[in-house]
C-alpha cells in the first residue's frame, strides 16, 4: 500500500521528465527554449509561487504553536551542509558539482512531492508538522544552497575568475526578495486582493512543470546513458536519503527529552528529510554556470529511488 502510495506521488513527476525529453527528441522546442523557461521560472513564475505558497500554507498561529520544532529542523540542515562539505573534500570533487552536491544533500523537493506524500500517508493532521520543514527547506535553498551554487561555477577564465564570498546582488534573488515580502505581509496581516492572489497562483503554479519539462529537455540533449550512478552522484544519494534521515531521526528524539514531541513529528521530518531533490535544482545550476548534467541526474536518479525508499523508511519508523 505504501509503495503504491510513494509511485502515485512520483508518477507525475517522472510523466512530465518523460514529456519534455520525447517533445524534445521530436524538435518541438526550439533550441533556446530552455534557456527562455529558466528565465521565465527564476525571475517571474518561481517568486509568484513562493510568494503564494507562505499565504497558503503558513499560519501564524502554527508559527506560534510549533515554533521550537524549527529548532532542530534547522539544526539538521546545518549538520547536513557539513556533511556535505565533509564529502566534498574527502573526494576532492570538481568545480561545479559541488554547489549542486550540497543542495542535493540538504534541499528536498517538499512541495510537489513532500506535501502530497505526507498528507497520503498521515493525514492533514500532519500539515502544520510539514509546515515547519517546509520553511526550512526553503530558507536553506534561497539562503545557503544559492551561496554555495553561486560560488562554483563549472567554468573559470582569466575573465570572470572564480567567485570567493557572497554576492549579495545575487543572492538577493527575486525568489528569496519575494519570500522575505510574503513573511512580512503575513506578519502585518495584509490582506491580499483575491484577484491578485489568483494572478499569482496561476503564475506560480507553472514553476513545477516547467522545471521538469526543462529537466527532459536536458536529457535529451545529454542522452538517456547521462543517466548513470556515478561516485558523485551515489555520494549525493547517500546524502539525501541515508545520511539525511538518520540525522533527522536522531535530532527528533534528543529533542523529544526537552519538548513534547509527537507521532507526527517523527514520522513527517524523517519522510521530508528523504524526499528527493527539488526539481528547480538544474535552473538554478544554469543560472550559475555549474554543472547542469550533474544537477540533472541527481534530481532524476533520486526521484525515481523515491519510490523504493518510502517504504524502506515507513518500516522503519514502526520500529521508533
Given at each position: 500500500m505504501v509503495f503504491f502510495t510513494s509511485?502515485?506521488?512520483?508518477?507525475?513527476?517522472?510523466?512530465?521528465?518523460?514529456?519534455?525529453?520525447?517533445?524534445?527528441?521530436?524538435?518541438?522546442?526550439?533550441?533556446?527554449?530552455?534557456?527562455n523557461v529558466s528565465k521565465l521560472i527564476m525571475n517571474v513564475s518561481l517568486p509568484a509561487s513562493i510568494f503564494v505558497s507562505v499565504f497558503k500554507y503558513l499560519k501564524l498561529e502554527v508559527l506560534e504553536n510549533l515554533s521550537n520544532r524549527?529548532?532542530?529542523t534547522f539544526l539538521s540542515v546545518i549538520i547536513g551542509y557539513?556533511?556535505?562539505?565533509?564529502?566534498?573534500?574527502?573526494?576532492?570533487?570538481?568545480?561545479?558539482?559541488?554547489?549542486?552536491?550540497?543542495?542535493?544533500?540538504?534541499?528536498?523537493?517538499?512541495i510537489f512531492i513532500g506535501m502530497p506524500l505526507n498528507i497520503a500517508l498521515f493525514g492533514e493532521q500532519s500539515l502544520p508538522y510539514y509546515l515547519m520543514y517546509y520553511i526550512t527547506n526553503t530558507i536553506s535553498i534561497w539562503t545557503l544552497g544559492y551561496i554555495f551554487l553561486e560560488n562554483d561555477p563549472m567554468e573559470v577564465d582569466s575573465k570572470n575568475r572564480k567567485r570567493s564570498g557572497i554576492n549579495w546582488k545575487k543572492l538577493l534573488?527575486?525568489?528569496?526578495?519575494?519570500?522575505?515580502?510574503?513573511?512580512?505581509?503575513?506578519?502585518?496581516?495584509?490582506?491580499?486582493?483575491?484577484?491578485?492572489?489568483?494572478?499569482?497562483?496561476?503564475?506560480?503554479?507553472?514553476?513545477?512543470?516547467?522545471?521538469?519539462?526543462?529537466?527532459?529537455?536536458?536529457?535529451?540533449?545529454?542522452?538517456?546513458?547521462?543517466?548513470?550512478?556515478?561516485?558523485?552522484?551515489?555520494?549525493a544519494l547517500i546524502g539525501r536519503f541515508i545520511i539525511s534521515s538518520v540525522v533527522m531521526i536522531v535530532l527528533v528524539k534528543l529533542a523529544g527529552h526537552y519538548i513534547n514531541i509527537t507521532r507526527n513529528d517523527l514520522n513527517t521530518y524523517v519522510i521530508q528529510s528523504a524526499t528527493p531533490v527539488f526539481a528547480a535544482l538544474p535552473i538554478l545550476t544554469n543560472e550559475t554556470?555549474?554543472?547542469?548534467?550533474?544537477?540533472?541526474?541527481?534530481?532524476?536518479?533520486?526521484?525515481?529511488?523515491?519510490?523504493?525508499?518510502?517504504?524502506?523508511?515507513?518500516?522503519?519508523?514502526k520500529f521508533l
Amino acid at each position: 500500500m505504501v509503495f503504491f502510495t510513494s509511485l502515485g506521488s512520483i508518477f507525475p513527476v517522472i510523466f512530465i521528465i518523460a514529456l519534455g525529453y520525447v517533445l524534445k527528441k521530436r524538435h518541438w522546442f526550439h533550441h533556446t527554449f530552455s534557456e527562455n523557461v529558466s528565465k521565465l521560472i527564476m525571475n517571474v513564475s518561481l517568486p509568484a509561487s513562493i510568494f503564494v505558497s507562505v499565504f497558503k500554507y503558513l499560519k501564524l498561529e502554527v508559527l506560534e504553536n510549533l515554533s521550537n520544532r524549527l529548532i532542530f529542523t534547522f539544526l539538521s540542515v546545518i549538520i547536513g551542509y557539513l556533511v556535505a562539505y565533509l564529502m566534498i573534500k574527502a573526494v576532492k570533487m570538481r568545480d561545479g558539482r559541488r554547489g549542486a552536491f550540497y543542495n542535493a544533500v540538504v534541499n528536498g523537493n517538499t512541495i510537489f512531492i513532500g506535501m502530497p506524500l505526507n498528507i497520503a500517508l498521515f493525514g492533514e493532521q500532519s500539515l502544520p508538522y510539514y509546515l515547519m520543514y517546509y520553511i526550512t527547506n526553503t530558507i536553506s535553498i534561497w539562503t545557503l544552497g544559492y551561496i554555495f551554487l553561486e560560488n562554483d561555477p563549472m567554468e573559470v577564465d582569466s575573465k570572470n575568475r572564480k567567485r570567493s564570498g557572497i554576492n549579495w546582488k545575487k543572492l538577493l534573488s527575486p525568489a528569496l526578495v519575494a519570500f522575505v515580502i510574503s513573511f512580512i505581509f503575513l506578519a502585518l496581516k495584509v490582506e491580499i486582493p483575491k484577484p491578485i492572489f489568483n494572478t499569482l497562483d496561476y503564475v506560480g503554479e507553472i514553476v513545477t512543470p516547467l522545471a521538469l519539462l526543462y529537466i527532459g529537455i536536458v536529457l535529451a540533449d545529454a542522452g538517456l546513458h547521462s543517466i548513470r550512478f556515478d561516485k558523485d552522484t551515489v555520494l549525493a544519494l547517500i546524502g539525501r536519503f541515508i545520511i539525511s534521515s538518520v540525522v533527522m531521526i536522531v535530532l527528533v528524539k534528543l529533542a523529544g527529552h526537552y519538548i513534547n514531541i509527537t507521532r507526527n513529528d517523527l514520522n513527517t521530518y524523517v519522510i521530508q528529510s528523504a524526499t528527493p531533490v527539488f526539481a528547480a535544482l538544474p535552473i538554478l545550476t544554469n543560472e550559475t554556470k555549474g554543472d547542469i548534467g550533474y544537477a540533472t541526474n541527481v534530481v532524476t536518479t533520486s526521484t525515481i529511488l523515491f519510490i523504493i525508499v518510502v517504504p524502506l523508511l515507513m518500516t522503519i519508523l514502526k520500529f521508533l
